[in-house]
């Protein structure tokens, strides 16, 4: 007998298939609902593709978790994430989403999700390596990064807050259901006392209506006196608490983590001295001295504004300057629900040109010390790298999801992270860095320059690209051997960086010669051989050297074993 849906349904099913289409046809329908479902409930946090997926552990052995997300006041957590300078109250968020394409909720899925939790969150099972037969690797390094989190700042007394999700396209919610929920709330609160756990069973309904809810929304902010106003934009004095309201979602309380997407840096941290100054300032009330007379303010670059009767109405606005300011603001009213009627600046400044947009945050974001990979995205490289890749077929995303919005196709978005770590595995020959320090390529000065340098041949980035995503292709199609399901992350740098120069019959690939003889395809029994040889020396390496194969792959001396194997698969008479 066939399924009758509800119109709700029906609507979910067609949107599904309709955005998968556009955005990633190659992923499996259940797949694509694993990533649909985490970017829904984590809209505010204003997430890439890339970061997306490094929180979708759904797959064998997942434990009835299909997306795992740390959030540190509202920055992801990853494993270069350095949270040592934060000296003060801090809010750890963990996300723990399951998602099932069924049409209802079963009481099997809380008893394995708890399950799961009870071994993966219960800090006396020191070792997460003896569940490696129970659960799949990324889930346990999504475990790992939790903890690891949470033993850094843990002297901090972080309020640690869970939010579990259990997310169908179901449309009813049995009420024996609610009791097994509250077990589960109950476990968490348990394995770390004070701490706070939400779960909520999410439908087709709820997703329909987190849908509605546009990322890239027209807000409107209410202003208390409008200094100028042109039709370029206008400069104004807002309430703090006005402001407050402006940047916080009303229906879940969160920052909007989406309206600084443009902005060159994240939040810093509390114990910035910028920072420290800011927060002194809103606690000290003090008749007279006004907040913006002590404060630069924020910019708000928006597509159109139009302001009447005290509110100015914002069409796709972005604040490009005022991270730390506003975070600060946020955090204070927050934790305190007291009258302030102290006041803030804000330019508010209208274009839709891309390059104007990009003056203005630089300009906006030099009068202060930033760290220097802040602005590489203004580099006038990057532009160059963007408009080539664009007329082959690829979207370079040097602004943080400006073809995300845009609903390209998520296989062709390249971020400038991805190819760094590209270039860095298949012409420097680091993938222990491509795969363990992504962020040091653009931190640091010297390796920043020898990927992304104006002498490179133009062709360069498209090929390691191509070549790139090739063997990502390949890592995640049926054809790549079983052993490597769950292990891909620490291995397809490496597996790029030898399968080039063994196609090539070269030690090193220098951009004059992928210049001139490009970097091809390379066909699948090729890739399982290189992969079968890889393999094979991280597992001897892994045993040899008695870690885990995260620190095989992260080991610059592993780079040089690996070095020693291509030179030895190309020459093997001298050995």
């Known amino acids: 007998m066939n399924k009758t849906f509800s119109s709700t349904q029906t609507v979910l099913n067609d949107l599904l298939e309709h955005d998968r289409q556009i955005t990633a046809p190659e992923m499996k329908p259940s797949k694509y609902f694993e990533l649909f479902c985490a970017e829904q409930l984590l809209k505010n946090f204003g997430l890439s593709y890339d970061e997306l997926d490094g929180g979708i552990v759904g797959d064998?052995?997942?434990?009835?978790?299909?997306?795992?997300?740390?959030?540190?006041?509202?920055?992801?957590?990853?494993?270069?994430?350095?949270?040592n300078n934060i000296r003060e109250s801090l809010v750890i968020r963990v996300f723990i989403i399951q998602s099932k394409t069924s049409y209802g909720f079963g009481e099997d899925a809380i008893f394995r999700m708890e399950h799961t939790i009870k071994?993966?969150?219960?800090?006396?099972?020191?070792?997460?390596?003896?569940?490696?037969?129970?659960?799949?690797?990324?889930?346990?390094?999504?475990?790992?990064?939790?903890?690891?989190?949470?033993?850094?700042?843990?002297?901090?007394?972080?309020?640690?807050?869970?939010?579990?999700?259990?997310?169908?396209?179901?449309?009813?919610?049995?009420?024996?259901?609610?009791?097994?929920a509250d077990d589960l709330e109950g476990t968490l609160r348990k394995l770390f006392s004070q701490s706070k756990a939400?779960?909520?069973?999410?439908?087709?309904?709820?997703?329909?209506?987190?849908?509605?809810?546009?990322?890239?929304?027209?807000?409107?902010?209410?202003?208390?006196?409008?200094?100028?106003?042109?039709?370029?934009g206008a400069i104004c004095l807002v309430s703090l608490k006005n402001y407050f309201k402006f940047i916080q979602d009303e229906s879940t309380g969160d920052l909007r983590g989406w309206l600084f997407?443009?902005?060159?840096?994240?939040?810093?941290?509390?114990?910035?001295?910028?920072?420290?100054?800011?927060?002194?300032?809103?606690?000290?009330?003090?008749?007279?001295?006004?907040?913006?007379?002590?404060?630069?303010?924020?910019?708000?670059?928006?597509?159109?504004?139009?302001?009447?009767?005290?509110?100015?109405?914002?069409?796709?606005?972005?604040?490009?300057?005022?991270?730390?300011?506003?975070?600060?603001?946020?955090?204070?009213?927050?934790?305190?629900?007291?009258?302030?009627?102290?006041?803030?600046?804000?330019?508010?400044?209208?274009?839709?040109?891309?390059?104007?947009?990009?003056?203005?945050?630089r300009a906006t974001n030099s009068q202060s010390a930033i760290k220097p990979a802040s602005l590489r995205a203004f580099d006038e490289i990057h532009p160059k790298i963007e408009q080539y890749l664009f007329l082959h077929g690829w979207f370079y995303e040097r602004r943080k999801n400006f073809y995300k919005n845009q609903n390209k196709q998520k296989s062709k978005i390249i971020s400038i992270a991805y190819m760094a770590q590209s270039i860095a595995a298949i012409v420097l020959q680091r993938p222990n860095d491509a795969r363990g320090r992504p962020i040091s390529l653009i931190k640091n000065e010297s390796l920043y320059n020898r990927i992304f340098n104006d002498s490179h041949p133009i062709e360069l980035y498209l090929e390691?690209?191509?070549?790139?995503?090739?063997?990502?292709?390949?890592?995640?199609?049926?054809?790549?051997?079983?052993?490597?399901?769950?292990?891909?992350?620490?291995?397809?740098?490496?597996?790029?960086?030898?399968?080039?120069?063994?196609?090539?019959?070269?030690?090193?690939?220098?951009?004059?010669?992928?210049?001139?003889?490009?970097?091809?395809?390379?066909?699948?029994?090729?890739?399982?051989?290189?992969?079968?040889?890889?393999?094979?020396?991280?597992?001897?390496?892994?045993?040899?050297?008695?870690?885990?194969?995260?620190?095989?792959?992260?080991?610059?001396?592993?780079?040089?074993?690996?070095?020693?194997?291509?030179r030895e698969t190309l020459h093997p008479k001298l050995f």
């Open 198 to 232: 939400n779960f909520k069973f999410v439908g087709a309904e709820e997703l329909l209506s987190l849908v509605r809810k546009a990322k890239v929304e027209n807000l409107m902010l209410d202003v208390d006196q409008a200094l100028s106003v042109t039709s370029g």
């Open 261 to 361: 997407e443009e902005n060159v840096r994240d939040y810093e941290g509390k114990n910035i001295e910028v920072n420290k100054a800011i927060r002194d300032t809103l606690s000290k009330q003090m008749s007279n001295k006004e907040f913006w007379w002590l404060n630069n303010g924020i910019t708000i670059v928006a597509a159109d504004s139009s302001i009447s009767s005290g509110i100015v109405t914002l069409v796709a606005p972005k604040v490009v300057n005022g991270l730390q300011t506003s975070t600060e603001i946020y955090n204070y009213f927050s934790s305190n629900d007291n009258p302030d009627h102290r006041m803030i600046l804000a330019k508010i400044i209208n274009t839709a040109d891309d390059k104007l947009r990009n003056e203005i945050i």
């Open 60 to 83: 064998g052995g997942d434990g009835g978790i299909d997306s795992f997300y740390t959030f540190v006041n509202g920055v992801l957590a990853t494993e270069e994430s350095d949270f």
């Open 464 to 566: 390691c690209i191509c070549f790139m995503k090739s063997i990502e292709d390949y890592l995640n199609s049926d054809e790549a051997p079983d052993y490597i399901q769950g292990h891909s992350v620490n291995v397809r740098f490496h597996l790029a960086m030898f399968a080039a120069a063994l196609k090539a019959k070269r030690l090193t690939l220098k951009p004059s010669y992928i210049q001139k003889y490009g970097l091809g395809k390379a066909d699948t029994d090729f890739l399982t051989q290189c992969l079968d040889k890889i393999w094979k020396l991280m597992s001897q390496t892994k045993k040899k050297w008695d870690v885990d194969e995260d620190r095989v792959a992260k080991s610059p001396d592993f780079d040089e074993l690996l070095k020693e194997l291509l």
């Open 119 to 180: 071994d993966l969150f219960d800090l006396s099972h020191i070792d997460l390596s003896t569940y490696a037969k129970i659960y799949n690797p990324k889930l346990l390094r999504a475990a790992e990064n939790f903890r690891n989190t949470y033993r850094t700042v843990m002297s901090q007394m972080p309020e640690l807050q869970f939010s579990l999700y259990f997310v169908t396209k179901g449309d009813f919610v049995h009420p024996n259901l609610k009791p097994k």
